[in-house]
């Protein structure tokens, strides 16, 4: 039995209904359109029908597979803690300014990636300026520079 | 279409602006690196370059995006000879035989086959595009909805089918997109679906960062798992690189049979480079006077992948440009690029600006003319490529990822879009779902959408509009076969027939 794949499919059915009770709410439309079923919420429930069907297609094969798999192991905390940074990253952009911000995220996820952090503070430097003169200087992106 | 303009309509556009030659060498320098190195694909290479062209012109852009493009796909026989690791997905077969010879001391060799071929493929390619898409576009004019709307399901049943793994994971993949593009305003009466209030949602998400976050971010969450793989410096002597003309007289049937039969591939939605080269490498071992010997390292094999892999790029982009279906993953964030610049491929587009549908023709051309000259002419420096670290590379992806989804519209929501889709990327490729349909899904959400409700206005909510037309219903008994292939193959044989697995994905 496929550990991930029923899990996977437990997951899409829960989304499914969460998606299909949001719908019930939605308006209908006035048009003629509307008197044929045609509302906004018309093509989200097909797509979420198929999904729902194929969720189940896939927790039956789970259920048949005898291959016996280890599902999915995280094998490090790394990707985690990327994700924290970047989340770190977001949520002080806008005040603290790109500089700042994206050289700390640089800084934090060289060190993760087990760099000296020495070598990965002036990585940081360098690697922000890399950025901010590709972004700001040649392509004119402007990009936050927070509230000193 | 009025002839001879579709080639020099672009012309001012290319050559009229220094800027965009530039651009094309550097995208195509980008690519062959991207390419080169394992873990990097073409798709992540073009999705990471998209928000760099944002502020340039759409001619200036595709310069980047198309050289980038031909480059890596060609740049990944050089992870394959010189690493015996593909530098992208679409390589795998050019390790069979291009590490062998790499092994017999052969490298150059093996390099200057595989560019050579590249090249060739990729040319043949373009010719390809530059007579099919204008009469594809032309013809398309006439379609109605129903035949968009059975084009969309023809492409989202090709990528699932040909998705490694289970279909059925294809097929969730691509509904999971269709299912997130409906979020935001619909088109009838303009009511903002699966918002939650929030002002950003109400446009919908934007395609971009959700095709950086599930081909650029994801990949290096999973890089991040492994810190030591880093490469040392292949000691390889690479040796006369440029092939003579004997060999290549020898190579061209092998060259010409497997350009075909990947643009063949390359121009069915939905099927990418990868599949193509499998595919050559599979009818060259068996057509071929040396088949018996192939893997120990022939130049043969390399040819037939490489210029297989590469005349994939023209084929993907003929129902991308003439229909506004991607061709493969790259093609589908070439879409979202496009849009950036408020162009919509589809025939119109050959109505509305055949200039720059005529400089993407040239743009392409001069890519395979680049990485030609770099390939050859570059060749000495790839052995260094062992010699990048990953370590530092897997931060700089991430700072060039975040600010990337920012610079689009200059919103922090946007990077929040990249971090979440880059998450669910992770995820779905750790249950082994491949991410690629769900890309498609999300080009392709509006026109399935669209396609659908009004075929079904058209014809008084009656679903067998879609059958009862010619070509429409060609279509939809395409898909449907292809989607019943493997059990019917199983009800005829009596047993099961295994799908391509383990192959890596696409992405």
């Given at each position: 039995m496929k550990k991930s794949d029923l899990v996977l499919g437990l997951v899409i059915i829960l989304l499914c209904g969460l998606a299909f009770g949001a719908t019930l709410s939605w308006p209908a439309s006035s048009s003629v359109v509307g008197a044929r079923g045609l509302d906004p919420s018309f093509f989200p429930r097909v797509v979420i029908i198929m999904l729902l069907l194929l969720a189940l297609l896939l927790i039956w094969g789970s259920r048949k597979s005898t291959s016996e798999e280890k599902g999915?192991?995280?094998?490090?905390i790394r990707p985690f803690l990327v994700v924290l940074t970047t989340a770190g990253y977001i949520a002080f952009v806008k005040q603290a300014g790109f500089l700042i911000t994206n050289a700390l995220m640089l800084f934090v996820v060289t060190v993760i990636m087990g760099v000296k952090s020495s070598r990965a503070l002036v990585f940081s430097v360098i690697g922000t300026l890399v950025v901010y003169v590709l972004f700001r200087k040649i392509l004119m992106v402007p990009l936050p520079m927070g509230n000193w | 279409m009025n002839g001879f303009g579709l080639y020099t309509e672009g012309f001012k556009l290319v050559f009229g602006d220094p800027q965009v030659l530039l651009l094309l060498v550097v995208g195509s320098i980008c690519g062959i690196v991207i390419g080169a190195l394992p873990g990097l694909t073409a798709v992540m290479a073009v999705a990471i370059m998209t928000p760099l062209t944002y502020t340039i012109s759409p001619q200036a852009a595709m310069a980047l995006l198309l050289g980038a493009y031909t480059a890596a796909v060609f740049g990944g026989s050089i992870g394959a000879i010189l690493l015996k690791i593909p530098g992208t997905p679409a390589a795998v077969m050019t390790v069979l035989d291009g590490y062998p010879m790499n092994e017999r001391g052969e490298a150059g060799r093996a390099i200057g086959i595989a560019t050579v071929s590249s090249f060739i493929g990729g040319l043949f390619s373009v010719v390809v595009l530059t007579l099919f898409s204008p009469i594809i576009a032309e013809m398309a004019l006439k379609f109605g909805p129903q035949e968009y709307f059975a084009l969309a399901i023809l492409g989202l049943s090709v990528i699932a089918y040909i998705s490694p793994g289970s279909m059925v994971k294809g097929f969730i993949s691509g509904a999971l997109g269709l299912l997130i593009s409906t979020?935001?305003?619909?088109?009838?009466?303009g009511f903002g679906r699966y918002t939650f209030g929030s002002i950003d949602l109400l446009t919908g998400v934007q395609m971009v960062p959700v095709m950086i976050g599930m081909f650029g971010f994801s990949e290096m969450l999973s890089m991040s798992e492994?810190?030591?793989?880093e490469i040392k410096r292949v000691s390889s002597k690479l040796g006369r690189i440029l092939p003579t003309f004997k060999e290549l007289r020898d190579l061209m049937p092998t060259i010409s049979r497997q350009s075909v039969v990947g643009v063949i591939v390359g121009a069915i939605p939905a099927a990418g480079a990868t599949i193509a080269s499998i595919l050559s490498y599979g009818l060259e071992k068996r057509i071929s006077k040396r088949g018996n010997e192939f893997g120990t390292g022939v130049p043969e094999g390399i040819a037939a992948a490489e210029s297989s892999n590469n005349a994939c790029t023209g084929g993907a982009m003929i129902p991308m440009l003439s229909l506004g279906i991607p061709g493969d993953a790259v093609t589908a964030v070439l879409i979202g690029a496009l849009m950036l610049h408020g162009l919509t491929p589809g025939p119109m587009l050959f109505q509305e600006h055949l200039d720059v549908v005529s400089s993407i023709f040239i743009l392409i051309l001069l890519g395979n003319v680049a990485f030609l000259i770099f390939g050859i002419g570059a060749a000495k420096v790839f052995p260094y490529i062992g010699l990048i670290p990953y370590k530092y590379l897997t931060s700089m992806l991430l700072a060039l990822t975040t600010v990337g989804a920012f610079a689009i519209r200059n919103s922090v929501f946007d990077v929040g879009v990249l971090l979440v889709s880059g998450v669910i990327g992770y995820f779905l490729v750790k249950c082994k779902v491949p991410v690629a349909p769900l890309i498609l899904g999300l080009v392709l959400g509006d026109i399935v959408e669209n396609n659908l409700i009004r075929s079904l206005i058209l014809s008084d909510g009656n679903w067998f509009t879609f059958f009862s037309r010619p070509i429409s219903g060609f279509i939809m008994v395409v898909s449907i076969l292809i989607t019943a292939s493997p059990y019917l193959a199983q009800l005829f044989t009596g047993k099961a027939v295994r799908k391509t697995e383990n192959i890596e994905d696409e992405v």
């Open positions: 999915f192991t995280l094998p490090s | 979020i935001g305003m619909e088109s009838s009466i492994q810190i030591n793989i």
